[in-house]
Every structure is written in structure tokens, then in C-alpha cells.
């Protein structure tokens, strides 16, 4: 049986909207004030990269706790190209997947980060349909 999620997304006026989710918390999604709004919370599209990274770093870390890997740091960098039409969408993703430590096992954290981009992200399935993904991982030992 597939799962259904329900959000409800709140007018606060102005161009500013709340948005609850499943787990019980929420954000505040704005504009920014060149565009009429008051620059107070998330943008849309930019909270879609967020959720983007945000789904494929659990999949890692719980991966990199799976494999008892020794990783001091660990952030997604991502970078994405707005088309110039409306309606504007991504049509070019680039996420740089960043590992710090001393200890780095490259070739484990590497399979960590396949089977997110490849079996287990679902969000980035999603991005698939609309964008050109580019995948780079970066080690940074010491």
C-alpha cells in the first residue's frame, strides 16, 4: 500500500505562507523583498534543493553508520541552473557530496553515496524527471 503525506500551507499575508508536515513541524516560506515579499523564510525552489540534499544525506549517514565508517564531516554542496522561461524550473543539478576526516574509507563512502543517488533517494528519482543530475564526490583527508 503506497503512502500519502498531507501538508497543510497556511497564508500568513503578504507573500508569506506557513507549511506544516507529517512529523509536526513547519517553516515559513517567503519571497525575497525585491519581489514583494519580506525575505522572512525559505524560497520554494531553493527549499526543493534543500529537501533534494536533505534526502540523500540521511541515506548516506545512516549508510555511513550501517558501515561504521569514521567521517568527521560530511555536507552536500548543490548547485543548480534556473532556466530563464517561465514557468523557471532546475534543469541542471550538480550535487558535491564533501567527506572530512583522517580516516576516510573512499571506496565505501563512494558506495554510500551510489545507492543513495541510485536505489534509495526518492527525491532525487523525482529530480530525475526534470533535471540533468551531475553526482561529484569530494574527500578531504587530515
Sequence with gaps: MSTTNHITTKWLGNMAFESNNPSGHSLKIDIAKEDGGNGSGYRPKALMLSALAGCSGLDVAALIKK????????QIETIANLTDEHPKFYDKVVLEYHF?????NEK???RAVDLSVEKYCGVMEMFRK???LDIKTVFHKG
Excluded: I
Excluded at 558501515?67 to 560530511?74: P, R, T
Excluded at 572530512?100 to 576516510?104: A, D, K, R, T
Design 67 to 74: 558501515m561504521k565508517l569514521e567521517v568527521d564531516d560530511f
Design 100 to 104: 572530512h576526516g583522517s580516516n576516510l
Design 108 to 110: 565505501k563512502l563512494q
Design 130 to 132: 526534470f533535471a540533468e
